[in-house]
Nanobody
């Protein structure tokens, strides 16, 4: 079993910055692609950014140039640096990881961290 724990969410003013972190722990062989998703009430959970083990990244168009995803493989941690935040970025942000373990091959989710951007 793999546990993903997010941190770094909070309340910020428009134009401000936040840095989200997600740490993976537990028994696993390997973590491949990791990513960040976000969800608002009544809407589906959507991909924000993803990063492969080798550092290849992908972003949703609305955050390109403002958000940066990175990872530290030695620490099993993925980060999301969010700059120039906008009110429409307000959502619960979830960490996701593709995990290989004795009992799992597939994705795991964190519990989510709230990001609120005020105008």
């Amino acid at each position: 079993q793999v546990q993903l724990v997010e941190s770094g969410g909070g309340l910020v003013q428009a134009g401000g910055s936040l840095r989200l972190s997600c740490v993976a722990s537990g028994n696993f062989f390997k973590i491949n692609t990791m990513g960040w998703y976000r969800q608002v009430p009544g809407k589906q959970r959507n991909l924000v950014a993803a990063i492969t083990t080798d550092g290849i990244t992908n972003y949703v168009d609305s955050v390109k140039g403002r958000f940066t995803i990175s990872r530290d493989n030695a620490k099993n941690t993925v980060y999301l640096q969010m700059n120039s935040l906008k009110p429409e970025d307000t959502a619960v942000y979830y960490c996701n990881a593709f995990v290989l373990s004795e009992k799992q091959i597939g994705t795991s989710w964190g519990q989510g961290t709230q990001v609120t951007v005020s105008s």
